[in-house]
């Protein structure tokens, strides 16, 4: 994965980032893409419809949806509206959540994420995730890696909350975790993530992916490469 130089893990940015951490009276994860690597998946699906019907799919304009679950942009009506059809989606997102669960068979935590909580965990450090994803997607992975027991709080798109980059879901966390935003430290990938955590009053950072690199990061606390960085 290449991050462009604007991102490059400068010695003041890790220890700007490990000072946050060290202050962090909590800490608030998101999940795709930060835990693990599933927005490639989800990217790659949509990639291979748009390409069917003979029409690319940047980068930049699918990072319109990341982190807030299709709510303020919609890769489906996007495609209806550039090629003037409709489509059975139902269909459509079938054959491509067998795509995705295809690809991210062998997937697991992302270089860093399973020893960082682990030693928060061991630190006693409360910890939360908050995601614009299904409790189902979350909740399974979660339990599929072995990591839910870590968290005190899980909160997603289901409990009735506005998705990211509305805050609703960093401040619930919170607030379950018993903790003022301004105490809890949120991990990001994405622009909406990060935006609505900025929006929280809480300190970010931001760590892009290989989807995620080309968004825009300027309301992150600090910017880091890897969790590893954190370690």
């Known amino acids: 994965m290449t991050i462009p130089d ?3 893990d400068s010695r003041e940015a890790v220890l700007k980032a490990r000072e946050l951490l060290r202050r962090a009276h909590a800490v608030i994860f998101d999940f795709d893409g930060l835990l693990v690597d599933t927005e490639y998946a989800i990217y790659s699906s949509w990639e291979r419809v748009f390409a069917s019907c003979g029409h690319p799919l940047p980068l930049d304009l699918f990072n319109q949806c990341l982190g807030s679950g299709y709510t303020h942009w919609n890769p489906g009506e996007h495609l209806e509206k550039l090629t003037g059809r409709t489509f059975d989606w139902e269909t459509v997102n079938s ?5 995705i669960v295809r690809d991210l068979e062998h997937a697991g935590l992302l270089p860093g994420a399973g020893e960082l909580i682990r030693n928060l965990g061991e630190a006693g450090t409360p910890m939360g995730v908050a995601s614009s994803s299904s409790h189902r997607w979350v909740d399974g992975w979660l339990n599929r ?29 919170a607030e379950n975790l018993g903790k003022s935003p301004s105490g809890c430290l949120v991990l990001e990938d994405s622009q909406n993530g990060t935006t609505a955590a900025h929006r929280a009053g809480m300190p970010v950072i931001s760590v892009p992916n290989r989807v995620t690199e080309q968004a825009d990061f300027s309301l992150a606390t600090s910017i880091i490469r890897s969790l590893t960085e954190l370690l």
């Not at 054959?95 to 795509?99: A, D, I, M, P």
């Not at 072995?146 to 966390?173: E, N, S």
């Open 6 to 8: 604007h991102f490059a």
């Open 95 to 99: 054959r491509r959540q067998e795509e």
């Open 145 to 173: 890696l072995g990591i839910m027991p870590y968290f005190q709080t899980v909160v997603c798109r289901d409990d009735g909350l506005p998705v990211k980059p509305d805050p609703a879901l960093f401040l619930k966390a």
